[in-house]
């Protein structure tokens, strides 16, 4: 199976007045093509900057970013995006909001073929007939739906996710989870999710990766089978909760508070 | 517009006229030291012609010094907004170039266009009001939240995209509420300047003549007809944010 997204020793450090400060330290990891992979670790530990560097949005000071086996030299269209905070454009309606990469990616798209792309999208997450509202109509919730659905309208083939379910409470959280589910069995994208919250990466991921503290480097990996076809109730199995306890062990080694925990 | 709304504040105009009315008479001050309401009209009407030539001549002014003070704001608003050289470069400056009471650079720059009435009256509009306009664009591109960038930057997008579909639009609600404070700035500054400028024109002239003559009625007038000019340009700005920056607006429906 070919990588998708595949990272090879990543090593990248911001620099600061108080001097450089390492955020990733030879990070390697592959996404392969279709797969969903979530990548947890504690605090600050160079999770955004992960995406920033495969977005294209920033260069790596040493080892390459690789998308579909080219080096990534700058920002390209076969990139979708989606953050915490769901950044609607406050003065265009909801399908306008959708539309806005078919303006970039394909200016000479037609108006009503833009229109029917967004429309199936919104109706595929639960937003038919909310078309025509302005975001601030909208539930916290609902506009995430609407980001997704921007994140994914021009059928980019790599879907990166910045915690776009942090700021939601539990239940819609949890709804947005199968609306993810939903949107994976119709549009084939490979993801990667930054989160932080356990349950999510094994109910959506293929993969979870979890990053040591910073500087960060690749410190675990875990398979979870069932892709898309999981259900909320499989969190409730023994075999979910061995896997998050798994994870949460993991997570204090990274945080450095392993002796402390045990 | 419902009847309320009309009706509500006309009451109150009608009763504020009729208080300073009865002020004037209980007072019993004559005409040359304070004018009632009653006095306006003959006033009005005896220099009619004046009044329309006149108040022509400020409200043109006034929007020839806003324009140029928009065009020209708005474009060292995104200088500063997207340089961050530029500024602090060019905040001090501002700052300080807004710090300088205008009632001391209108008389340097009557002397330095004396005669040139519609010049020296359209540039100092334009250098009192530019300078709310430029910050509020600065800081409305400046305070740009970085993911807004980025949802079109990782797409590939120009700078100029971004600008045009994001940014600008972002930083309208900002620029109308400059606007509002500029357009009563420049008509401020229109009418200091036809004040002080020597064989003037326009309404502030007319208010000089006015004054040199102890003539309380037509200063009134001028004041009064100045006030609604005022209003009528402000309310025209506000449409124009209606029409533009409406969606910033949430209150309900």
Redesign the interface.
């Known amino acids: 199976m070919q990588n998708t997204v595949e990272i090879r020793h990543v090593t990248h450090a911001y620099k600061t007045p108080a001097g450089p400060l390492p955020v990733l330290n030879d990070l390697s990891l592959a996404i392969p093509t279709g797969a969903f992979c979530a990548v947890v670790g504690p605090s600050g530990c160079g999770k955004s900057t992960l995406t920033?560097l495969i977005?294209?949005?920033m260069k790596p000071d040493r080892g390459e970013v690789f998308l579909h086996g080219e080096p990534v030299r700058?920002?390209?269209?076969t990139?979708?995006?989606a953050?915490q905070?769901p950044?609607l454009?406050?003065?265009r309606s909801i399908l306008d909001n959708v539309i806005?990469?078919l303006?970039?990616?394909a200016p000479r798209m037609a108006r009503r073929d833009r229109e029917a792309r967004a429309r199936e999208l919104l109706a595929l997450v639960g937003l038919e007939g909310f078309e025509a509202k302005?975001p601030?109509e909208l539930s916290g919730g609902m506009r995430q739906r609407a980001s997704l659905c921007?994140a994914i309208v021009?059928k980019p083939e790599v879907l990166?996710l910045d915690e776009p379910f942090g700021a939601l409470d539990a239940f819609t959280r949890e709804d947005l989870w199968q609306t993810m589910h939903a949107l994976r069995r119709e549009e084939p994208f490979t993801t990667l999710l930054i989160t932080h919250d356990l349950r999510e990466s094994i109910f959506l991921a293929d993969e979870v990766i979890v990053l040591s503290g910073r500087p960060a480097t690749a410190q675990y990996r875990m398979d979870v089978p069932g892709g898309t076809g999981r259900t909320l109730d499989d969190l409730y199995t023994p075999e979910a909760a061995d896997r998050l306890n798994l994870l949460r062990h993991q997570i204090q080694i990274a945080q450095g508070r392993h002796e402390a925990a045990a | 517009m419902s009847a309320r709304k009309i009706a509500v504040p006309l009451v109150a105009i009608v009763l504020f006229l009729l208080f300073w009315e009865f002020l004037v008479w209980f007072n019993g001050w004559p005409r040359y030291r304070m004018a009632a309401p009653s006095d306006l009209p003959p006033a009005y009407w005896r220099f009619r012609w004046l009044f329309i030539e006149m108040g022509w001549q400020t409200l043109w002014r006034t929007v020839a010094g806003l324009i140029l003070a928009v065009i020209f704001g708005t474009a060292l608003g995104v200088v500063m907004g997207f340089s961050r050289t530029m500024r602090d470069a060019l905040y001090p400056l501002l700052v300080g170039f807004n710090a300088v009471p205008k009632a001391t650079v209108v008389p340097i720059i009557a002397l330095m266009f004396v005669g040139q009435h519609d010049f020296n009256t359209v540039l100092i509009a334009f250098l009192i009001s530019f300078f709310p306009i430029a910050v509020s664009v600065s800081i409305g591109l400046s305070t740009l939240?970085p993911?807004?960038r980025?949802?079109?930057?990782?797409?590939?997008?120009s700078k100029l995209?971004i600008f045009w579909?994001?940014a600008l639009?972002?930083t309208?609600p900002e620029f109308f509420g400059a606007l509002k404070v500029a357009v009563t700035l420049a008509f401020i500054g229109t009418n200091l300047m036809e004040i002080v400028s020597p064989h003037g024109r326009g309404l502030g002239a007319l208010f000089d003549s006015g004054r040199i003559n102890s003539d309380y009625p037509l200063m009134f007038a001028v004041l009064i007809a100045l006030a609604f000019l005022g209003i009528v340009l402000y309310y025209i700005v506000v449409a124009l944010e209606r029409v533009f920056?409406g969606?910033?607006d949430?209150s309900p429906a």
Do not use: C, Q
Request: proline letters at 6%.
């Open positions: 920033r977005a294209g949005l700058g920002p390209r269209s990139v979708g995006m953050f905070n950044v454009l406050e003065w806005l990469p303006e970039i990616v302005r601030s921007r021009h990166i | 939240e993911e807004y980025d949802i079109l930057r990782s797409l590939g997008a995209t579909k994001i639009p972002k309208l920056a969606w910033a949430r």
